[in-house]
């Protein structure tokens, strides 16, 4: 089964708990706090491997977690950072955000990595908040929570060369012929249902040529699969990202022309900049009768548009040594194809409102205080140590929260959220 769209949640580790711990060591009185950090969560990353032509690996399993940060000790010990995770993609996939629909990465070169969700910091131990009034602080970071995501990876196949053609035109079996293969083969439509892929050697036509050509057979398209119809979307997707388009047109067909015809309007409806790319029509089944009496008008209409052409069987396998050199000759040398068809990838980069900024809103009876630095102050503080959340309190009058709150009309006993903690308000605290 080809897999070429998959949805998955993906969730970093959190950081490790700072410690609150004191020196306990004979002849050292007071001996202060040395209550060391938590480590940093792992971060999970998608990786382009090249090995990879599908999301095979993502058609089961679909939470993915990195490893959490180890908690801060006695004696200033940090927690160990967790491992991260390394997801691996073909060339070609596009990352979106599964809620927004927003674009976050087109990732099409060799190598090519993106920090898909970040890993929570490790909070800071009791030995960071000695002062010269408080050298006794019980007070401790708690580890921010890793950042957790929901993607939509979609793949957009990268080949040298693409089959397009009717249904029942032969693209099958001309890659079969080309390659060793092995599409399903039936003598009716829609046989195939996804993109088959195939390798072809030149060196079988030139034994100087070492260049070795992807090739992937296309499911068979149909008038009006530009905005939908039968595979549609699934189908043009993968188009766009081959070097070079080998239309395939049943010269046996009751009206050839007009077969090629409706690809290339398909096509057109689809991005234009498709006609515009390196293209070699190959007329099929000249092994028929009515492909050997079709064969010289339709020669005829591509040498007046000036598009190369070249009439073969793919069934009996005529043509296919001059099919194999007109591929020679139209793709790009062999250090050309070892880059990605495109430049080097996209990634995203949003610039977000600076660390401080909040917003105060209503949320089904309650108040929700969002922010990047509050919320992560929320999530670091333990609420059942006194002085954590005294000093969580003065954190939101610091920040302008409490101000901002107040204007919302907030009173004693209304709930407010930040981040996934829920208080209670005191407006007297």
């Given at each position: 089964?080809?897999?070429?769209e998959?949805?998955?949640t993906?969730?970093?580790?959190?950081?490790?708990?700072?410690?609150?711990?004191?020196?306990?060591?004979?002849?050292?009185?007071?001996?202060?706090p040395d209550?060391?950090?938590?480590?940093r969560?792992?971060?999970?990353?998608?990786?382009?491997?090249?090995?990879?032509?599908m999301l095979?690996?993502?058609?089961?399993k679909?939470?993915?977690r990195?490893?959490h940060?180890?908690?801060?000790?006695?004696?200033?010990r940090?927690?160990?950072?967790?491992?991260n995770?390394?997801l691996?993609?073909?060339?070609?996939?596009v990352?979106?955000d599964?809620?927004?629909?927003?674009?976050?990465?087109?990732?099409?070169?060799?190598?090519?990595?993106l920090?898909?969700?970040?890993?929570?910091?490790?909070?800071l131990?009791?030995?960071?908040?000695?002062?010269?009034?408080?050298?006794?602080?019980t007070?401790?970071?708690?580890?921010?929570?890793?950042?957790?995501?929901?993607?939509q990876?979609?793949?957009?196949?990268?080949?040298?060369?693409?089959?397009?053609?009717?249904?029942n035109?032969?693209?099958?079996?001309?890659?079969?012929a080309l390659?060793?293969?092995?599409?399903?083969i039936?003598?009716?439509p829609?046989?195939?249902?996804?993109?088959?892929?195939?390798?072809l050697?030149l060196?079988?036509?030139d034994?100087?040529?070492?260049?070795?050509?992807t090739?992937?057979?296309m499911?068979g398209?149909?008038?009006?699969?530009?905005?939908?119809a039968?595979?549609g979307h699934?189908?043009l997707?993968?188009?766009?990202?081959n070097r070079?388009?080998g239309?395939?047109?049943?010269?046996?067909?009751?009206?050839p022309?007009?077969d090629?015809?409706?690809?290339?309007?398909?096509?057109?409806?689809?991005d234009?900049?498709?006609?515009?790319?390196?293209?070699?029509?190959?007329?099929?089944?000249?092994?028929?009768?009515?492909?050997?009496?079709?064969?010289?008008?339709?020669?005829?209409?591509?040498?007046?548009?000036?598009?190369?052409?070249?009439?073969?069987s793919?069934d009996?396998?005529?043509?296919?040594?001059?099919l194999?050199a007109s591929l020679a000759?139209?793709?790009?040398?062999?250090?050309?194809?070892?880059?990605?068809?495109?430049?080097?990838?996209?990634?995203?980069?949003?610039?977000?409102?600076?660390?401080?900024?909040?917003?105060?809103?209503?949320?089904?009876?309650?108040?929700?205080?969002?922010?990047?630095?509050?919320?992560?102050?929320?999530?670091?503080?333990?609420?059942?140590?006194?002085e954590?959340?005294?000093?969580?309190q003065?954190?939101?009058?610091?920040?302008?929260?409490?101000?901002?709150?107040a204007?919302a009309g907030?009173?004693?006993g209304d709930?407010?959220?930040?981040?996934?903690?829920?208080?209670?308000?005191?407006?007297?605290?």
């Amino acid at each position: 089964m080809f897999l070429d769209e998959v949805t998955i949640t993906v969730t970093a580790g959190n950081g490790g708990d700072g410690a609150a711990s004191f020196r306990r060591e004979a002849h050292v009185p007071r001996g202060g706090p040395d209550g060391g950090d938590g480590g940093r969560g792992g971060s999970i990353y998608l990786v382009v491997d090249a090995g990879e032509t599908m999301l095979r690996d993502y058609r089961f399993k679909h939470q993915f977690r990195a490893g959490h940060g180890g908690r801060g000790e006695g004696s200033k010990r940090h927690g160990k950072a967790g491992l991260n995770l390394q997801l691996k993609v073909p060339p070609g996939t596009v990352v979106r955000d599964a809620r927004s629909g927003d674009l976050l990465a087109d990732l099409v070169s060799r190598e090519q990595s993106l920090m898909i969700a970040r890993g929570g910091r490790g909070g800071l131990g009791n030995v960071h908040f000695a002062t010269s009034i408080n050298r006794a602080p019980t007070h401790s970071q708690k580890g921010e929570p890793g950042e957790e995501r929901r993607i939509q990876l979609e793949l957009r196949l990268i080949a040298d060369v693409g089959l397009v053609g009717l249904p029942n035109a032969g693209k099958s079996t001309l890659l079969a012929a080309l390659s060793a293969a092995n599409p399903a083969i039936a003598s009716y439509p829609f046989t195939t249902l996804s993109p088959n892929l195939g390798v072809l050697d030149l060196a079988v036509a030139d034994p100087a040529d070492e260049r070795r050509v992807t090739i992937a057979d296309m499911p068979g398209l149909i008038e009006g699969a530009s905005a939908g119809a039968g595979l549609g979307h699934a189908f043009l997707r993968h188009v766009s990202r081959n070097r070079l388009l080998g239309h395939v047109v049943d010269l046996a067909s009751a009206d050839p022309e007009r077969d090629y015809q409706v690809i290339r309007d398909e096509l057109e409806a689809h991005d234009p900049k498709l006609l515009d790319k390196v293209s070699l029509v190959i007329g099929n089944k000249i092994d028929l009768p009515a492909g050997v009496e079709n064969r010289a008008a339709f020669a005829k209409r591509r040498a007046k548009d000036g598009i190369p052409f070249v009439a073969i069987s793919a069934d009996a396998g005529t043509g296919i040594d001059k099919l194999i050199a007109s591929l020679a000759q139209l793709l790009p040398d062999a250090a050309t194809l070892a880059k990605p068809t495109e430049p080097a990838g996209v990634v995203i980069h949003r610039f977000e409102a600076g660390p401080d900024a909040f917003e105060v809103t209503r949320e089904d009876g309650a108040y929700r205080v969002a922010g990047r630095r509050i919320e992560r102050l929320a999530a670091q503080t333990n609420f059942d140590n006194p002085e954590s959340a005294d000093r969580f309190q003065r954190d939101l009058a610091r920040l302008g929260v409490e101000r901002e709150l107040a204007k919302a009309g907030v009173v004693s006993g209304d709930i407010v959220r930040i981040g996934k903690v829920e208080l209670e308000w005191d407006a007297d605290a």
